[in-house]
């Protein structure tokens, strides 16, 4: 039998481990993960109001329930205490295949970013979707006005979390210490800003038109700004999808004020370059007025506005980071790779393989993850005959208890479901609510086990 290690259990990593066993019948794979609860993003990074994206659990779970896949949580890659390095990894197993995303976010590189109020929209992402790791809260804590910085769909997840009711929120498995501080925030406007033109926009029409269904908000464009970008004016020419966020936004720039209780509005053309202090904590953020460079970029045109926030939330994209071990491209933010197989000194390890954001970078959606996959298995398995060994152990998890690392099996990760689902029961929310923090966690596992 070939066993891999697959180290990293979002889309990525599941769908590297369902094409192997697929592909394969003489695999057995470890899905290994750092953290107790598996699915990645989908867990820990899609909107809690986005129900149906999250049901792809069901999918992925089908996946590590399969007889020839093992789940195995609370396992973590790298130096130190308790850690597995790369190279121990490889003793355990014929082949790895890294799937660990991009962890980081990208910065501004602006003054006064670094403020009490200015965060990044991954902490907050992670704080209302009880990522264990989250430490950050009060976020909107004295907050009137929020901007966030970016045009994508994260962009836009923020601002409606930011606008939602707390009656929509509350049917959510969102932890209710956050449910609690959304539901009780004072935030009334909330200002979504791109340096870019509405063409340029990466969000997907299916995100944005969600803003204008939320309920007491209204949604405001500048017509001025859309008139900018020379694609607003005719966009027939433009692709399907940003042609449909251009009539989106021409639609919404058209409608008269409702005096909604809540506003979103949203800029363009506008470049940030100066956080502004308002006492000890974020008061403004200063932005430069830019327009088309007739190249698909955008200039600074040297005029300037400054729009209030009490809450800033950046983002502009995320960014893998170096994994002890192995070679990194400290300009891309991937693992350097043919084909998947890792490169090593100008040549392919057989037995090393990349596959998802570390790979290819931060760049498509979730199915995207399901052919990025299939390619790093297909180099995988070319290469079987080199990669099964006779001195690798019967069975890696005795080595590993062996070790003093007790990973958390599928047994664990139901335990964990049951406790949120009883805590849910419990608060009357009418469905699961996710465990707020790492101690939570240990305690349904260690139920689990007595």
């Not at 992925?60 to 789940?71: A, I, Q």
């Not at 995100?207 to 900018?228: F, I, K």
């Not at 197989?341 to 931060?362: D, F, H, L, S």
């Amino acid at each position: 039998m070939l066993r891999v290690a697959v180290v990293g259990s979002g889309p990525s990593g599941v769908y590297t481990a369902q094409s192997l066993v697929q592909q394969e019948p003489g695999v057995l794979v470890d899905v290994l993960d750092r953290l107790p609860c598996p699915y990645g993003l989908v867990r820990y990074g899609v909107a809690p109001d986005h129900e149906k994206i999250k049901s792809l659990q069901n999918n992925l779970r089908t996946v590590l329930e399969h007889e020839r896949v093992r789940f195995l949580g609370g396992v973590r890659v790298g130096p130190g205490p308790g850690g597995l390095t790369a190279a121990r990894l490889r003793e355990l197993y014929d082949a790895v295949v890294y799937c660990v995303g991009a962890a980081t976010d990208r910065h501004l590189g602006i003054p006064g970013e670094e403020l009490p109020g200015s965060w990044s929209a991954t902490e907050f992402v992670s704080w209302y979707s009880a990522h264990p790791d989250s430490t950050a809260d009060g976020f909107v804590l004295g907050a009137r006005s929020a901007v966030v910085i970016g045009l994508g769909n994260v962009a836009v997840d923020v601002t409606r979390m930011l606008a939602r009711g707390a009656a929509e929120l509350s049917r959510t498995d969102m932890p209710q210490a956050a449910l609690t501080a959304l539901a009780a925030s004072g935030v009334t406007d909330v200002h979504m800003v791109g340096r870019r033109g509405p063409s340029q926009a990466r969000f997907t029409t299916k995100e944005l038109r969600e803003l204008g269904n939320l309920p007491d908000t209204e949604v405001t464009v500048d017509p001025a700004e859309l008139a900018l970008d020379p694609d607003c004016l005719d966009p027939s020419a433009l692709p399907a999808a940003q042609r449909r966020n251009v009539e989106t936004l021409r639609d919404w720039a058209a409608l008269p004020p409702s005096g909604a209780p809540r506003r979103i509005r949203l800029r363009f053309f506008l470049r940030p370059v100066e956080l502004l202090a308002d006492g000890r904590r974020v008061g403004a953020v200063r932005f430069e007025r830019t327009a088309p460079d007739g190249r698909s970029g955008v200039t600074g045109t040297g005029q300037f506005e400054d729009i209030e926030a009490q809450l800033v939330l950046r983002s502009v994209g995320y960014r893998g980071v170096p994994l002890d071990g192995l070679p990194f491209d400290a300009d891309l933010g991937t693992v350097p790779h043919r084909a998947g197989r890792v490169i090593r000194e100008g040549r392919t390890v057989p037995g090393e393989y990349v596959a998802g954001w570390i790979k290819r970078g931060p760049t498509g959606v979730i199915g995207t993850n399901r052919p990025d996959a299939k390619e790093t298995v297909t180099s995988l398995l070319e290469d079987a005959s080199m990669l099964v060994r006779r001195d690798a152990p019967e069975d890696p998890l005795d080595a590993l208890r062996a070790e003093g690392i007790e990973p958390v099996e599928w047994a664990g990760w139901e335990a964990i479901e049951r406790a949120e689902a009883a805590l849910g029961a419990s608060l009357g929310r009418g469905g699961v609510v996710k465990l707020p923090d790492w101690a939570a966690l240990l305690a349904a596992i260690r139920g689990s086990r007595t």
